[in-house]
Nanobody, 118 residues
Framework: QVQLTESGGGAVQPGGSLKLSCVAS????????QMWYRQTRGEERELVAS???????RYADSVKGRFSISRDRAEKAIYLQMNNLQIDDTAVYYC????????????WGQGTQVTVSS
């Protein structure tokens, strides 16, 4: 099992920036990919960004050019740098990991709130 702990959420004005962190513990050597999702009330969780074991990154169209996912292997952490935040980016952001021998297991962090308002 992999445990994930997010931090870095908060409240900002439109155009502002935040950096989310997610630290992994447990069987981190089995992690295949890590992702950031977000969810607003009443909506399904949306994949925001992902990074594979090989370092390949992918982004939702809505955040391309504004968000950047990165990884620090030594710290067993991934990050989500969010720039030019907009009101529609308001959500609870979750860190997730695919892991296991066949990458079939998944775990979630507890979530961190990001609020963008003027």
């Amino acid at each position: 099992q992999v445990q994930l702990t997010e931090s870095g959420g908060g409240a900002v004005q439109p155009g502002g920036s935040l950096k989310l962190s997610c630290v992994a513990s447990g069987a981190t050597y089995t992690i295949c990919a890590q992702m950031w999702y977000r969810q607003t009330r009443g909506e399904e969780r949306e994949l925001v960004a992902s990074i594979s074991r090989e370092g390949v990154t992918r982004y939702a169209d809505s955040v391309k050019g504004r968000f950047s996912i990165s990884r620090d292997r030594a710290e067993k952490a991934i990050y989500l740098q969010m720039n030019n935040l907009q009101i529609d980016d308001t959500a609870v952001y979750y860190c997730a990991a695919l892991h296991g021998v066949d990458c079939s297991k998944g775990d979630w962090g507890q979530g961190t709130q990001v609020t963008v308002s003027s």
